[in-house]
């Protein structure tokens, strides 16, 4: 157990691949000291990236992230960020701004407040999100970059910030590439801009820079607690504290700021029946961080997954990060709770959040509300398998995403890659990021959306050699969609793999409201149809262990053309993109209810 807890801190401890000023994140961000920086920004397109670079593209010294005003009437300066239009953050630019719907590229933002230091702190900024790359400038000086879409990081500003007004600059990029992750294709909407949260967080000079506490043994109710502050100091004193089981431990850190503890405890288990999570306490010196904590142990047994040592079936569904109603990115509780609840009026006691990490709000409600989550890398599709710039991306997303929800109970699988093309160079990547998620974290599973490629008339052998280093076997199967239904009945599986199966996608498309036959393509019957052939399929498979169908609603696409239908939507939902319920619902829900 030390060795695995070990582990976690030197995962923590990983410097980042973007610029040096980037710092480790910070865990449990929002029970910090912090002011928000939500709100209205300005913001100038820059479609020819102007305001960076000169006319033979070499970068400008004097560029918009300069914030320059005139001191003279014959001054020239073509930009003004006061005089410019307003968006609220967080948002995206596709759907507040009707003439930025289909638009890749820059976009600036800038805003400005008031800063009053605490004597001796620093000053870290903190963004939830930015899609795609971010350049960050404060009061006029560049102080990082990140790229990335749905990771969060943070910045330590403290040299650049004074007391009174002070102003943040952002260039943000979507621009799709082909060495990116997600790829330059990719089947959802490229949600341009300042995406989640922003905050300027107070700390001190030495603080705790992320914990992870855990139930590691089911036997005796072991727990593990580590710590890692934010620099090699020794002998500082880190006080845990979980009052409702009357437990105090107080560990002293070694010369590299870490420490770990393991002690006994009998606490309530989490599961979806009864969500259960503890008010914890992390002080070092005065300052404490609050959390809400569950335990809980996840594992497998043969062709089935433990939950607290007891098979559970996980009843799930797949989950864009799109807000309910009218489209654009999800970003607040209140978008949580909305989607969630559609989820749980399904049955479902599990999601899964595809094709990236979601925002906090919604790992956090889905522990509030019993739903269990697996948590995925957009390593999607077509990936620069040998391009080690491209793997550097993706293990840094990999990374921020576990050591961001580490502590949240629901969370049972990492998710590495989906529906990726089979070779070696692919299986060297992807058995690189595995092993880095085993070594993070061995207190949850492992997978990724297999394809199955070994399909002969009607019977389908899944042949990846990714499965040695998965624990679930994932695979996502169209029948009925890319294939006829009818063939549905006539199917035969073959898993040879002794682990649970895990069917993490099956659908089809309808238009809410449009009815006809159950052969009638894109019909609220076809759809209806389909899910009641392929949940009767999926009964047959030996080691069926959950399902997370796709998708809960209808999502923007931009490969979704069909006018009259899609409307750059893709209408596998089982819900309308207004929340409508469609009439596949139904049987999903009845599916469930056996299960």
Known sequence: MRKILCIFIMMMAVTSVSMASEIPLLGNVYNRQAVSLNGEWNYIVDVQECGYYGYRMDPLPWGFFKNAKPNRPEDLIEYDFDAAPTMTIPSDWNTRDERLFFYEGTVWFKRSFNWHPTEGHRAVLYFGAVNYEAIVFVNGEEVGRHVGGFTPFNLDVTQQLHEGENFVIVKVDNKRHADNVPTQIFDWWNYGGITRDVLLVDVAPVYVENYSLQLVSLEGRRLAFSVRLNQAEANREVTLRIPELKIKKTVTTAADGTATVFFKAKPQLWSPETPKLYQVEIEMEGTTLRDEVGFRTISTRGKEILLNGKPIFLKGISMHEEKPFGGGRANSAEDARTLLGWAKQLGCNFVRLAHYPHNEFMVREAERMGIMVWSEIPVYWTISWTNENTFANASHQLRDMIQRDINRANVIIWSIANETPHGKEREAFLSRLARQARSADTTRLISMAMEVTGASNYHNRLNDNMHEFVDVISFNQYIGWYRDVNDAAKMTWEIPYDKPVIVSEFGGGAKYGYH????????????????????????????????????????????????????????????????????????????????
């Open 516 to 595: 006809g036959a159950k052969n009638q393509r894109w019909t609220e019957e076809f759809q209806e149809n389909l899910y009641r052939e392929n949940t009767a399929m999926l009964d047959k498979i030996e080691g069926l262990a959950g399902t997370t169908p796709w998708i809960l609603k209808d999502f923007r696409s931009p490969r979704r053309v069909l006018n009259g239908v899609q409307n750059y939507y893709n209408r596998k939902g089982l819900f309308s993109d207004n929340g409508e319920k469609k009439l596949a619902f139904h049987v999903l829900k009845a599916w469930y209810e056996k299960k």
